[in-house]
């Protein structure tokens, strides 16, 4: 079955500065990688995904690439702010088959310093 | 449409007790998964449904650990008897089917968790 890595499992950074966070996966047929935020005592809420049919997605300050070939995926978080601040997951799962479950990775816990 | 929905938000009870978790998914999703979360652990799929049927439980832990859904609104997870390892966030979510599933759109949504402290 699947097994997603990520690293670092803690990040400190400056207010300001950038972040990233990387994920690796072992099963070449996972073709979705979401990353979800979680806020202290609060659910797991989506903030980017990708499919393998490209290698980069951007959403203003959040950013995720793809290295199919590798089996890697990253978070790129620029200018962090305080609220930035909360535990990211990476996952990874094959999005349209059968399976409908996600992996996911052990967490990295981001603090932004002001 | 008010998301999944779980309760209790919060158990406490001792070990050796029943426990039940319960959730209600977003309707229109025909599939539920409970993961559970824990320091050490991070979020492990505990099981997931399809259209009612349990489809792969293989993150179950042990025999104490059972899940059904015995209709499209509703899923209990339960735990007989209960142990303190057992504590920890039990969320529950649920997925669009797959030929709605727009691009861009969340494919799994989370409900708010039941936090579970085993005494």
């Known amino acids: 079955g699947e097994n997603v890595e990520q690293h670092p499992s803690t990040l400190s950074v400056q207010e300001g500065d950038s972040a990233v966070i990387k994920c690796t996966y072992s099963?070449?047929?996972?073709?979705?990688f979401p990353w979800y935020k979680q806020e202290l005592g609060k659910r797991p809420q989506l903030i980017i995904d990708i499919r393998s049919n490209v290698g980069e997605k951007k959403d203003q300050r959040i950013a995720v690439t793809l290295n199919k070939t590798a089996k890697h995926f990253s978070l790129h978080i620029t200018e962090t702010q305080p609220e930035d601040s909360a535990v990211y997951f990476c996952?990874?799962?094959?999005?349209?088959?059968?399976?409908?479950?996600?992996?996911f990775g052990k967490g990295t816990k981001l603090s932004v310093k002001p | 449409d008010a998301g999944v929905i779980q309760s209790p938000r919060h158990e406490v009870t001792e070990m050796g007790q029943e426990v039940t978790l319960r959730c209600k998914p977003i309707?229109?999703?025909?599939?539920l998964f409970w993961y559970r979360q824990t320091m050490m652990r991070g979020l492990e799929l505990l099981i997931y449904f399809n259209n009612n049927v349990p489809i792969d439980d293989s993150g179950m832990p042990e025999d104490r650990f059972s899940a059904k859904m015995p209709n499209a609104s509703f899923s209990t997870l339960k735990i007989q008897p209960s142990e303190p390892r057992d504590s920890a966030v039990y969320f529950c979510?649920?997925?669009?089917?797959?030929?709605?599933?727009?691009?861009?759109?969340?494919?799994?949504?989370f409900g708010a968790g039941s936090r579970l402290t085993v005494l």
């Open positions: 099963d070449s047929a996972s073709n979705y």
């Open positions: 979510a649920s997925s669009p089917p797959v030929g709605k599933r727009a691009p861009g759109a969340n494919v799994l949504t």
């Open positions: 309707s229109g999703h025909d599939y």
């Open positions: 996952a990874a799962s094959i999005y349209g088959g059968s399976q409908g479950n996600l992996i």
